[in-house]
């Protein structure tokens, strides 16, 4: 057996770099911030629309009885993205556009523009 504290089932030493990338899948910057501080680096983020209702700010809002308008909701999913974005630098945040059945393609081309404006290290995701 490897006594290397890369072997399986052992942290790696924080700031030492595994041989593959971290990527955070959440929309909370605080989980993120928490995770490259166990680590010492995270190596990009993705988030989507389900990730981002699961934030706590969005979760109180919801269930102190506020519904949030598209606009509230697209904004609050660039204020978490823009939380999120300094923490993971060059290596970029993915942020999935919104879309149900109904969503014609032209809408979410838009929505991915405007999403790209957000942060100079998007990536969107279109599903």
Do not use: C
Request: hydrophobic fraction near 35%.
């Amino acid at each position: 057996m490897n006594n290397s504290s890369e072997a399986i089932g052992q942290t790696p030493t924080p700031g030492k770099r595994p041989p593959s990338r971290i990527l955070v899948d959440g929309g909370d910057s605080e989980e993120t911030a928490g995770i490259r501080q166990l680590i010492g680096f995270v190596d990009g983020q993705t988030t989507n629309p389900s990730l981002i209702a699961k934030n706590p700010e969005v979760m109180h809002m919801v269930e102190s009885g506020h519904r949030l308008t598209e606009q509230e909701e697209a904004a609050e999913y660039r204020k978490i993205v823009q939380a999120i974005s300094p923490l993971v630098g060059d290596a970029g945040v993915s942020i999935e556009v919104f879309a149900d059945l109904n969503t014609t393609a032209n809408e979410m081309l838009r929505q991915g523009r405007e999403m790209n404006s957000w942060i100079p290290n998007a990536y969107i995701k279109y599903p």
